[in-house]
């Protein structure tokens, strides 16, 4: 298994066959261009003490108890599904009954956050060329590294106000 060091110039989510992806793209630390491709499974969180009202929406969604309190230390319940469409489905219908929480997040951000990711990472797993960037990595572990490992050579700048 190969590794390599690169810099996260954006990321997004994409739903294929019902599934949800995460989709990174960035540049290595060698200057070539690369695209991760990584299955995720996005997730909101209900308080446990209510899913009584909502479980007849949670048919086809996994339910999951968790070790996390909201502010008031009640006991939460980790709601998730392969597809985000239905999980924001769910959420509209659930949040007429109960309150949700961090519903509101991406999966990218979701992913972000849960990897605690930054701009610096390393990408572990075999890659293969690919027609827009010069390097696709599908399912890779990637983790972290501290923002001093590399200087990424950039070439374009986007400032959005």
Request: positive net charge; charged residues 30%; glycine residues 4%.
């Amino acid at each position: 298994m190969t590794s390599h060091k690169g810099y996260i110039v954006s990321i997004t989510q994409k739903t294929v066959e019902d599934k949800t992806y995460i989709q990174m793209f960035g540049r290595l630390e060698n200057g070539k261009s690369f695209a991760a491709i990584k299955e995720f499974m996005p997730y909101f969180f209900i308080r446990e003490s209510e899913l009584s009202k909502v479980k007849s929406l949670l048919g086809k969604f996994q339910t999951e108890k968790t070790s996390l309190v909201n502010f008031k230390s009640e006991k939460m319940l980790k709601i998730s599904s392969p597809n985000q469409s239905e999980l924001a489905k769910l959420r509209s219908a659930i949040h007429k009954k109960t309150d949700t929480y961090e519903a509101d997040l991406t999966p990218s951000m979701r992913f972000t956050i849960d990897n605690n990711l930054y701009c610096m990472v390393e990408i572990s797993g075999e890659s293969e060329p690919a027609e827009r960037v010069d390097l696709l990595f599908k399912g890779p572990k990637i983790k972290s590294i501290p923002s001093d490992s590399f200087k990424p050579k950039l070439k374009i700048l986007s400032i959005d106000i």
